[in-house]
Each structure stands twice: as structure tokens, then as C-alpha cells.
């Protein structure tokens, strides 16, 4: 079956250092997506990527998707405390003609002032 | 407010009892989804209607999970006989369809907390 594995779990860096999640599936993907969750909050689209190798910058955040369409990452530059949160990857499949969206277990993010 | 609304926010039942979340997704979207999400999990896919029709329901629910969505617009998640394992956020999330094989954003509601005693 699909599986989407993501790491790491858990990070903590210190203010102002970067800090970077990888996502990778077992199976090519249709399209994959971005979540942010704040503690005590509901996950909050990012980002979508669709095409091979694609690349894309929010501020900050740097979103790519791998050539093979099998993995993906997130790079934060210079982290602040609002980036604290836990970040999801969202692997997306063509499952009989719908779009089945699985999320990863997330990579937990505490970002030390 | 035009977002993903779900109710009750909080529910405490005893076990074996019967609960019922409803959810009412953004009016335009025509894709809705269920989790699950327990503490330090990411959100665990239940089950995704397409307007009216259920397109897929997760093998890891058991049928005490039952969901609808009669008219295509609110959609309900019962769980029948509840056990304690129950406990957790249930999250409704809706989207739309716009481009043949990309997956809409997901917008999420705050979502139902269940907690089984």
C-alpha cells in the first residue's frame, strides 16, 4: 500500500539556525502538499507542488519536489519562534480516479529564543 | 464565517455509548474528507465523499464508524458503541476540484474532540 514516511520527528534549534523535513513516499505522486500546525490548532495549507523537480519559495520557506515525484522537503532559513509548529507532508495519489491525500506523521518543530 | 465548521468542539461520553460529529464544509467544495489525529500523530484518513458519494472508506475503521453526507453539502460521523481507544481530534476538511489530478487545498475545521471514558 502507499506509504509516506517523514522525518525527522522532532527538532529543536536555536533561533535563527535553519531547519529542514523530508518527505518520502514509496509510490510516484500525483501532487503533494505542505500543512503547518500550531499547537492547539487545525493543520494549515502551505503549499502545493506539482510538477517534477519543482521548486518553491514562500519568504523564508523553500518547498521542493523531487525529480522522480517521490520525495519532498521544506527548508526554513534563519528560524523565529513563530515558525514553532508541527509541519505535515500531504502526499497525494490518483486512487481510482479521486484524490486520496495521506498525511505523514509530521516533523515537530520548538525553535529556542 | 465562510470556513470549515464542525460541532459539537468537545464531547465526553462514556463508553459505549453512541456520539455523532457533523460537519459543514465550505459552501462551493465539493470534496470532503475525515480524520483522525491522536496526540504527536498526523491527521489519519477515515474516509472522502465526492458531493454525495462515499468514494472511500479507510480499512483501519471498523463499521461502528458510519459517515454521510446525504444532499452533498453537511456531513455526519457517527461512531456506534464507543471503546476508549476512540478518543481523539476529528478533523473535517473540505476542497474543491478545479484541474483533473491536482489535489485542492485542504481547508480544515477546528475540529470535534471526542474523549471516551
Given at each position: 500500500g502507499q506509504q509516506v514516511m517523514q522525518i525527522p520527528q522532532y527538532q529543536h534549534v536555536q533561533e535563527g539556525e535553519d531547519f529542514t523535513t523530508y518527505c518520502n513516499s514509496s509510490t510516484t505522486l500525483s501532487n503533494i502538499q505542505w500543512y503547518k500546525q500550531r499547537p492547539g490548532g487545525h493543520p494549515v495549507f502551505l503549499i502545493q507542488l506539482v510538477k517534477s523537480g519543482e521548486v518553491k519559495k514562500q519568504k523564508r520557506l523553500t518547498f521542493q519536489f523531487g525529480e522522480a515525484k517521490k520525495n519532498s522537503s521544506l527548508h526554513i532559513t534563519a528560524?523565529?519562534?513563530?515558525?514553532v509548529g508541527t509541519y505535515f507532508c500531504a502526499v497525494c495519489f490518483d486512487s481510482g480516479g479521486y484524490q486520496k491525500v495521506t498525511f505523514g506523521i509530521g516533523t515537530k518543530l520548538q525553535v529556542i529564543p | 464565517d465562510t470556513g470549515v465548521s464542525q460541532d459539537p468542539r468537545h464531547k465526553i461520553t462514556k463508553r459505549g455509548q453512541n456520539v455523532t460529529f457533523r460537519c459543514d464544509p465550505?459552501?462551493?467544495?465539493?470534496r470532503l474528507y475525515w480524520y483522525r489525529q491522536t496526540l504527536g500523530q498526523g491527521p489519519e484518513f477515515l474516509t472522502y465523499f465526492q458531493n454525495e458519494a462515499q468514494l472511500e472508506k479507510s480499512?483501519?475503521?471498523?463499521?461502528r464508524f458510519s459517515a454521510e453526507r446525504p444532499k452533498g453539502s453537511f456531513s455526519t460521523l457517527e461512531i456506534q458503541r464507543?471503546?476508549?481507544?476512540?478518543s481523539a481530534m476529528y478533523l473535517c476538511a473540505s476542497s474543491s476540484s478545479r484541474l483533473a489530478g491536482v489535489t485542492g487545498e485542504l481547508f480544515f475545521g477546528e475540529g470535534s474532540r471526542l474523549t471516551v471514558l
Open positions: 528560524t523565529q519562534t513563530t515558525d | 465550505i459552501s462551493e467544495h465539493n480499512r483501519l475503521l471498523s463499521d464507543t471503546e476508549q481507544g476512540d
